[in-house]
Structures are given as structure tokens and as C-alpha cells.
């Protein structure tokens, strides 16, 4: 049976695809993953204290929090989280509050969650959905994992998909079948090894044959990169 997923440490960033890159004489730099910018990090960090501007805190932040970094620090990127939330930045009190939902500690990041949910922020929507889901709140947790669908988030699409594919109290196999594809084409690892099943073989609520052969193209090239790197 088919569980909802609960994060193993979800890297809890907005710019969760920005980069360390190489190190250049003893700097060490990272590249933004949505503008590509490279910024001199070790010297983020040698002028740390006047720091303003947030944006500069968060690179030095996400140097602190990855752990594949040089300079990984839970603690540090705790301190500069902080600085960040005391400068009022709203998605610093979410990141917060993920940090203290992936401790087991719900009912503590909910402050930080709703003041993210008030914005509309994607990791509070999704994470207040998943809180809602731990409570058996089915049909609130479903609000916010489709606000966090709509937002790009793909665990919220996921997570959508297997309370409506599963759970008798909101079960709605079209809604099901929508959100099962939403979760595959916005990228989660999961999703892919039903949307062929889903769309066609067995389908949820219709045929869908587009989304059957993307499931099958994306099947072929799975099996075929196992082989050839076995």
C-alpha cells in the first residue's frame, strides 16, 4: 500500500539548485541557480558582519547548510537563518519552520510555516499540507498541497495524487489521475513508475495515451541506463 512520502531532510531552499563551484587560489565560490551569477562566497563571509542584504546572507547561508560544501556548519547556517528572519525576511521564518517540521517538531514550526502561508510561499503551503496530512485533515491538506502543485512543487503533486487515488473520504480517481501526471512532468522520482500503468495498462479514470508514452519513454530509458551502467 502505497505510503505518503515524508522527507528525509528536504533541502528546504528556494534556490535549492544553486551550486558550490570550484575554488579559485583559497576562495571558495557559488553560482546561483537562477541567474548563473558566480559570487565570491569566502569573502561573503570575511565581511560577514556587514552584510545587508539578504541575498548575500542566503548564499552564505546555503554554503553553511550543504553538506557537500568545504564549510559545512549546521550550526553557523542556524545563526545565519536567524540574522536572516530578524531582518523580517519572510522565507527565512519557512526555512525555520522546515528545519524544525524534518526534527519532528510540527507543532513548533507551525509559527514559521503560517507566517510563509500568508504569502503564499510554496515550501509553507506544501509543508502545512503535509502537517494537515499528519493529522488526518484530508481535505485541507489537499488545499495546500495543490497550492504547492500549482507553484511547481512536486511532492505536493504527489502527495495529492495518493490521497485522492487512496483515501476513501476524498477519493477522486480524475483528480488522481491530474495530479499523478502533474507529479511526472514537474520531475518526481516516483511518479514515473505509475503514469504508464495510471494512463493506460490500468488507468486511473481515462486513457490518457500522451502521458502513457512518456511513461514508456521515460520506462525504456530507465532500464536501458541501468544496463548500460551496471
Do not use: C
Not at 494537515?132 to 491538506?141: G, I, M, P, R, T
Request: hydrophobic letters at 35%; glycine letters at 6%.
Amino acid at each position: 500500500k502505497k505510503k505518503i512520502r515524508k522527507p528525509k531532510k528536504r533541502a528546504p531552499v528556494k534556490r535549492s539548485n544553486d551550486v558550490l563551484s570550484s575554488h579559485f587560489g583559497d576562495d571558495l565560490y557559488i553560482q546561483d541557480g537562477e541567474t548563473g551569477k558566480t559570487v565570491n562566497v569566502s569573502e561573503l563571509i570575511r565581511n560577514y558582519k556587514n552584510l545587508t542584504e539578504v541575498s548575500d546572507l542566503h548564499y552564505v547561508y546555503e554554503t553553511y547548510r550543504d553538506p557537500s560544501s568545504p564549510l559545512h556548519d549546521p550550526k553557523k547556517a542556524a545563526k545565519v537563518l536567524e540574522r536572516m528572519s530578524a531582518m523580517g525576511d519572510v522565507h527565512s521564518y519557512v526555512l525555520k519552520g522546515v528545519a524544525l517540521f524534518n526534527e519532528g517538531k510540527e507543532k513548533e514550526a507551525l509559527p514559521y510555516l503560517k507566517k510563509g502561508i500568508e504569502v503564499n510561499d510554496s515550501d509553507a503551503n506544501y509543508y502545512y499540507g503535509l502537517y494537515l496530512n499528519h493529522q488526518k485533515d484530508y481535505k485541507n491538506a489537499l488545499v495546500y498541497y495543490e497550492k504547492a502543485s500549482a507553484q511547481g512543487e512536486p511532492s505536493g503533486s504527489f502527495n495529492a495524487f495518493i490521497l485522492y487515488f487512496q483515501t476513501d473520504e476524498v477519493k477522486d480517481p480524475k483528480k488522481a489521475q491530474y495530479y499523478l501526471n502533474q507529479a511526472f512532468n514537474q520531475g518526481h522520482p516516483k511518479a514515473a513508475a505509475f503514469v504508464l500503468e495510471g494512463n493506460l495498462l490500468n488507468p486511473i479514470d481515462h486513457i490518457d495515451e500522451d502521458m502513457a508514452i512518456l511513461g514508456l519513454d521515460w520506462d525504456v530509458k530507465h532500464k536501458r541506463d541501468r544496463l548500460l551502467f551496471k
